[in-house]
C-alpha cells in the first residue's frame, strides 16, 4: 500500500482511514479547536522512502477524542509487519510524557509490501 507508484500521501491516509472505519484525517486549517495551541501542531501527511522502508505520518481524529488529535506515524518494511505509532498533540508539543509508543492497531495489519 505504502509503495503503490503515483498515489498522494493524502491519498494513501484516506485509505488507511477507510480500512479503520472511525478514523478521520485531518490537514491544516481544516477544523477549528477549542484549544489555539492545536491548530499550529497539525501538518500535511508526509510520506518517505528509504531502500525497503516507507514512512507514513499524518493527524487523525476519532471518537470519542474529536478536540484531541493525534498523530500517527505508519513505518513498513519490506518482510515485517506494519509498525504503527500514536502520539497526542500533548506529546506532540512536549506538554505530556509520552503515554504508550504504540497505536492500539499495532500487529493488528499485514506488511503493506504483502506476505514476508
Not at 505508519?74 to 502520539?87: D, I, N, Q, V, Y
Amino acid at each position: 500500500m505504502l509503495s503503490q507508484p503515483g498515489v498522494s500521501p493524502s491519498e494513501l491516509v484516506q485509505r488507511y482511514c477507510w480500512l479503520h472505519g472511525q478514523l478521520a484525517a485531518i490537514e491544516p486549517g481544516t477544523i477549528n479547536f477549542r484549544d489555539a495551541r492545536i491548530a499550529p501542531l497539525i501538518e500535511k501527511p508526509t510520506l518517505t522512502q528509504h531502500g525497503d522502508t516507507a514512512t507514513l505520518r499524518f493527524w487523525v481524529l476519532y471518537p470519542p477524542n474529536m478536540q484531541d488529535p493525534a498523530r500517527l506515524t505508519l513505518t513498513a518494511k519490506k518482510g515485517a509487519p506494519l509498525h504503527t505509532e500514536s502520539a497526542n498533540w500533548h506529546e506532540v508539543a512536549g506538554l505530556a510524557p509520552a503515554a504508550s509508543p504504540s497505536h492500539p492497531l499495532e500487529g493488528q495489519a499485514p506488511s503493506l509490501f504483502g506476505k514476508p
